[in-house]
DNA sequence: TTATTATTTCGGAATAATCCAAAATGCACC
DNA sequence: GGTGCATTTTGGATTATTCCGAAATAATAA
């Protein structure tokens, strides 16, 4: 009933452990006889070496731990694929834990992912997330932690990012080109950098084309696209609605965008609206949405060469870094 | 710079290792006392217990691998939370593989996951998966294994399926009762259960409404979106096309909606169309697509309760079970 | 045959934790 | 102080594997 050990193999071959387990492993100290025995034996009883006694005493896993706040949308998944895929490469395999945007429970997935001690983490947090303390646990015992999305801002850590800023920009600088004058810009939490990031980029488009600044046309909201719904409303019942919209993120633009059509109004004639990551769902809708394309899978794959260079490297502290990828604005129908 | 163990803490408190192991496990045989100072040693020297090592020696990880073909769209990410909420509610953790439709990648994400010695396993299977020994080999170690949506059809393993056949059969008969007489089946292939079953669906309500079945109009493909597109237009090119399309997924509903849409024809009126899962898009695009949904989040709950029922029972093969949820049709503007 | 070298095998240590029987300690009572 | 009992602690075994120095065996040369 019991998984059959090396013990087993080399009971019922008269030979010792140490020589089955080299014979397992291609070993050069082994006869070609006796390996090809063991290699037999251990076909035969369906032999499963245990990689719980290999990792506890190599003290290495080669398990990566990624830790997103969701993978609802297609935004995670995506970089998860992209990271996986050169993981896989290097030989490294990849657990996911999605916090659901709750605090609480991604301290808990890091203790579990600690206990089960992953080799590197992959991470974007959650959108409660002010302590760093659970991702400190790692780097200190030199375990290498990668950012990326919404990143930790401490030089413990490496991180992969978009280049934020200059998206919006363009972003907004599109609005200015094709004539609109008020600009509403639906933020995300300034606890994110990313938020903060895409919100300066709005600001100073607008300043450079003189265009001016109303406080009451930025919201900071929690993401939910229950106050995104709640939010739109409230901006186009202003007595000076804006005729634009510019969104933390693709589905805050598409939650407007049914809004907006409910209310009536024509877009893009009435209220023009352009988003943020170029979800696939983007291209579909009517009209189709304005938005700014990030490399997806590109940040999963920089963010896992990032890792990999770590793990890799005598000094892992020294192989810190921060990537930024570029953005690219995709112009729809609703701009 | 090594983790601290519990040895380092029984040194520097000059007890055993026994003691503080029992400390650190809330077993009653300890001086409160002693207790406290373990505790106060261990919060101070940053001790993490080791789960290797623990596992290794009671042989239960309480980890549940999950694997699944693919999880860009939403269903798939949406019955792992399902499945990830009740585990985590009895204590397990959960690791995801996903194949990318992939067998090959299938069975190495297989062996990964017995090796590191996951106490159970959710699966559904790629679409190129016709051999079933990779999964064998966990049954036959009694580690249950259970299945939803691609189903191993073995009495080795419980199941959670959908109503398949009567899904489809309400989805047709609705076509039928709007006078569609023409109606094509986009089917997946003929290796997966359930595209069989909605396959069969689909012919019975034709055949109880004396619907004459047009075996042109029956199209096995493989689930890619390119040739969704390809079958659409060599449908719509038919010298009698059809005036209606139901198609195994929403993924390629929508995909035909563009094809239909592109060839400027009217949706419902010159074609109508039904798709399977109510994916969140559906809702999103015009017309609304008609579809067949499914209790998602319901799926992964369910099969997680099958699972957990099995690692407490004294016998779990006494457990095996299959349960089948319902279907619900939803009309929207597509039909 | 014997010495030398190369190849192959062996047995124990190590990894970090739990568990259990046995030993030690503490305390009350006579 | 000794006895009995309860509480607490100890040391060694256990889990599956790798690693390493030592030992055994085989092959080659003198």
Known sequence: MHQPTIIDIARQLGISKSTVSRALTAHPNVNEKTRQRVLE????LDYQRNQL?????TNQTRTIGIMVPEFISFFFPKVIIGAQEEL???GYNVVICHSNESYEIEVTNARSLFASRVDGLIVSHTKETRNFDHFRTFTRKSIPVVF????????EVS???VD?????Y???EHLVQTGRRRIAHLSGPDSLPNSRSR???YLDALRHYEVPVDPSLIISYDLTLEKANIYVNHLLSLPEPPDALFTINDPTAIEAIQVIKARGLRIPQDVAVVGFSDDPISALIEPGLTTVAQPVDEIGRQAAACLLAQLQATNPVAEVQTVVLPTRLIVRGSS
């Not at 990326?148 to 030089?155: A, G, I, K, L, Q």
């Open 148 to 155: 990326f999305n919404r990143v930790w801002e401490s030089d």
């Open 88 to 90: 896989a490469k290097a």
């Open 41 to 44: 034996l251990a076909e035969k």
């Open 159 to 161: 991180k992969v990012v």
């Open 53 to 57: 006694a290999i990792s506890l005493l």
């Open 170 to 172: 363009q972003a907004v």
């Open 164 to 168: 934020d800023y200059t998206g919006a």
């Open 199 to 201: 919100q300066n980029g």
